[in-house]
T-cell receptor, first 116, second 111 residues
């Protein structure tokens, strides 16, 4: 099973709202990622968690707050977003060890976020 | 940091013809090169990958070649079918966990 699940599929929120995106995988992966993808663009890395610890933050604004409660779950908490934050938010997971034959990143279907 | 360039940005082929997408990378430390297919409204799906110790890899109608000296790698799809229509992204990984994506190629297979 190479499935990464994400909820919700779609989310519409106002600029003053607080919402959360959720991601789950049961492949035993210990690295999990958040990406942002704008229309007709490639995914842009936001955060990487390795063994439930934040290892990479690509200078993402503090209105995005990631959380990794356990090895299977990854959340992205959203607060005071701007309309330009509207995008497809993708979660991915992999084994974290460099050079491992199993370090392929598997992506979820994404959450389509619209900020009004 | 790593910079991945991808060409062409759009590609139209007749059903049954072959399609080739090319990528170049800049960081000689990159050692892993996956290709993803993304259909409308879906997340990227891994279709094939290659590591730096291999020059070519094939999986049915899909093949990838890697030239480490020239720092380029290519995706080859033979006997294209309408369901191959999608956006294809190449990527390179120079360090632990980081993937750097190309800008994408929109492939259209005309029945």
């Amino acid at each position: 099973d190479t499935e990464v699940t994400q909820t919700p599929k779609h989310l519409v929120m106002g600029m003053t709202n607080k919402k959360s995106l959720k991601c789950e995988q049961h492949m035993g992966h210990r690295a999990m990622y958040w990406y942002k993808q704008k229309a007709k663009k490639p995914p842009e890395l936001m955060f990487v968690y390795s063994y439930e610890k934040l290892s990479i933050n690509e200078s993402v604004p503090s209105r995005f707050s990631p959380e990794c409660p356990n090895s299977s779950l990854l959340n992205l908490h959203l607060h005071a977003l701007q309309p330009e934050d509207s995008a497809l938010y993708l979660c991915a997971s992999s084994h974290p060890d460099r050079g491992s034959s199993t370090d392929t990143q598997y992506f979820g279907p994404g959450t389509r976020l619209t900020v009004l | 940091g790593e910079n991945v360039e991808q060409h062409p940005s759009t590609l139209s082929v007749q059903e049954g013809d072959s399609a080739v997408i090319k990528c170049t990378y800049s960081d000689s430390a990159s050692n892993y090169f996956p290709w993803y297919k993304q259909e409308l409204g879906k997340g990227p799906q891994l279709i094939i990958d290659i590591r730096s110790n291999v020059g070519e890899k094939k999986d049915q109608r899909i093949a990838v070649t890697l030239n480490k000296t020239a720092k380029h790698f290519s995706l080859h799809i033979t006997e294209t079918q309408p369901e191959d229509s999608a956006v294809y992204f190449c990527a390179a990984r120079p360090g632990a966990n980081n993937l750097f994506f190309g800008t994408g190629t929109r492939l259209t297979v005309i029945p």
